[in-house]
């Protein structure tokens, strides 16, 4: 019986011995395939420099600069227009695009759009929107498109006015492009032609004279700092108030593409404040000690005259 169990027991561990040997051989061609041996590894090489064509996609932001209103676009209906006739009254939101990309600027335009809609200005009422396409092929029908949709997601009933979808021909769009900093190439699509464009993701706002106040990059935008961008960029003309006082506090910052809490004025408010309520309690503490005395002085009156009658 011993021996029955010994050479089960012998036969099971070489069955299991065989499958080990036939997993590892299996398993070793796939590891090699890999990696290979300690010893025999190689660094690939590195590139050293920035591919020539990803130099040319960029943001410079040119703060303070003024863009050319003279340059000549069509608008969504076909007609002739110029960057001029949406500026001189209110602040405007620029974005450089085209309408046929299905990756980046959708996704920028949606973006917009979703910080708008909790941005308590209107569009067409306290700003403007424009958007300039920079391919040259496209047409009016497709700008037309495009704002309808997104005057849709817009959902705010009256302010189509407020919204610009343009398209015009290369050297315009060169000029607005390098004024503004926005760097872009052409590339080949999936079809292998030269119909799609490679460039960064950014808007920016513009005061009513048609200079750059602010630069916001990426895809997704902070409704607080477009509140605050177009306060500043319209010097004040659609700020309430508390929102003079926010930009009291707050400050854009071309590094961060955001506005950044000001510690100083903070400090320096603080200071007011305490000064303030220094002054109020002096005041109050004067006032109750001259009535005191007042009333010490009719009272100590009384008491004399009491004393000479009764005396």
Not at 130 to 138: G, M
Not at 172 to 185: D, H, N, P, S, T
């Amino acid at each position: 019986m011993r021996e029955t169990v010994t050479r089960r027991s012998s036969t099971k561990g070489a069955g299991l011995l065989l499958a080990c040997a036939l997993l590892g051989l299996c398993v070793l061609p796939a590891c090699q395939g890999q990696s290979s041996w300690y010893g025999e590894k190689h660094i690939g090489p590195t590139a050293e420099q920035q591919p020539s064509m990803l130099k040319k996609i960029t943001i410079a932001q040119r703060l303070n600069q003024q863009i050319p209103l003279d340059l000549a676009f069509r608008d969504e209906t076909g007609k002739l227009v110029h960057l001029g006739d949406y500026f001189g009254k209110r602040p405007v939101i620029l974005s450089l695009v085209y309408y046929q990309c299905k990756i980046l600027c959708p996704e920028e335009m949606d973006g917009l759009v979703s910080a708008l809609d909790m941005v308590k200005f209107n569009a067409g009422r306290d700003f403007n929107v424009v958007f300039v396409s920079i391919d040259p092929t496209e047409t009016p029908a497709m700008a037309a498109k495009e704002k309808a949709l997104y005057v849709s997601r817009y959902g705010r009933p009256g302010t189509a006015n407020g919204w610009h979808f343009l398209t015009g021909q290369q050297p315009a769009i060169e000029k607005l492009a390098r004024a503004v900093g926005f760097g872009y190439v052409k590339v080949q699509g999936p079809d292998g032609k030269l119909s799609q464009y490679a460039h960064a993701s950014s808007i920016e706002v513009l005061t009513p004279q048609g200079r750059l106040s602010q630069y916001y990059l990426g895809v997704e935008f902070s409704p607080k700092d477009l509140d605050l961008g177009l306060v500043e960029a319209g010097q004040g003309a659609i700020g309430s108030p508390v929102d003079n006082l926010l930009t009291y506090c707050y400050r854009y910052d071309p590094a961060l593409n955001r506005h950044s809490l000001i510690i100083s004025r903070i400090v320096q408010a603080g200071c007011l404040l305490t000064m303030l309520l220094l002054g109020a309690y002096m005041i109050v503490n004067f006032r109750r000690d001259v009535r005191e005395a007042r009333l010490y002085r009719l009272t100590g009156n009384q008491g004399r005259t009491n004393t000479v009658v009764n005396g």
